[in-house]
């Protein structure tokens, strides 16, 4: 073990940027936010999880990024969620902490990061959490348990859009919403997904900057055709276009 300083409190910028969001954080948030960048600087001395390990850089670009998508999770109707791809548990576990109210689902296909997931969510006591190790190419053709199942999908840092929408989209309900945290290139990325977006009747709603990046909001307009997800790899090796 290094001996690092722990990671500080919530930054005052940090709580500043989530009000200016509409969060306002409960009594523990705090906290547990603050215990899981611990949890995930630790693990990333084991096995990479994050580029980012500065503690003022963890609670911008982690923490404030991650929650961005609160306030298009916001609403009555969305209670199952989804993130797919999560890794170290980002977006998924900073948004499972504020909104108890939600139900997230981590999807993630490398063992052992999901192996971290389930350690972090019950040291943590994150109830409102599971963990799934799998594909989503598996999952999304998964009729029981996980296709068409979510009322909201989300992903950051995954893949392109022309390759993550056909991961994301057979996983939420019809009317369901999809949301990828992205750069500065959301833009094209989008231009460049038009085709595989209409193949899997999916339209864009929303392209909103946000202080770290733009969110993605798409809306599902009717079922997936049943021949998508194609097979692990397909969709990247081949994007739809
Ligand atoms: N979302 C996290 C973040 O923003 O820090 C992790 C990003 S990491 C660059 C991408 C993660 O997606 C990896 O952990 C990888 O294993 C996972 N992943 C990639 N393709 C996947 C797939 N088809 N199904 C499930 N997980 C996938």
Redesign the pocket.
């Known amino acids: 073990m290094t001996d690092v300083p722990p990671i500080p409190p919530i930054p005052e910028a940090v709580t500043v940027a989530l009000a200016g969001m509409g969060i306002e954080l409960e009594p523990g948030d705090a906290e547990r936010l603050r215990g899981y960048l611990e949890a995930l600087r630790a693990a990333n001395e084991r096995f990479n999880l994050?580029a980012i390990t500065d503690p003022a850089e963890m609670w911008v670009r982690h923490i404030q990024d991650s929650l961005t998508l609160v306030p298009f999770l916001a609403s009555a109707e969305t209670k199952l969620v989804i993130d797919?791809?999560?890794?170290?548990g980002?977006?998924g576990i900073p948004l499972a902490i504020v909104m108890p109210e939600i139900r997230m689902t981590l999807?993630?296909?490398?063992g052992k990061?999901a192996a971290f997931l389930e350690e972090t969510v019950t040291a943590l006591g994150i109830t409102n959490a599971r963990v799934v190790n799998?594909?989503?190419?598996t999952a999304g053709q998964d009729h029981h348990e996980h296709r068409a199942h979510y009322d909201a999908v989300v992903?950051?840092?995954?893949?392109k859009i022309n390759t993550l929408s056909e991961?994301t989209v057979p996983l939420a309900r019809d009317g369901g919403s999809i949301l990828y945290i992205k750069g500065a290139q959301a833009e094209a990325e989008v231009a460049e997904a038009k085709q595989a977006l209409y193949m899997l009747h999916t339209h864009v709603v929303d392209l909103h900057k946000t202080a770290t990046g733009t969110v993605v909001v798409l809306e599902k307009t009717r079922t997936t055709p049943r021949s998508y997800p194609r097979l692990?790899g397909e969709p990247k090796r081949k994007p739809l276009h």
């Open positions: 994050t797919v791809g999560t890794g170290g980002l977006p999807l993630e296909a490398t990061k799998e594909r989503a190419e992903a950051r840092a995954v893949a991961l692990p």
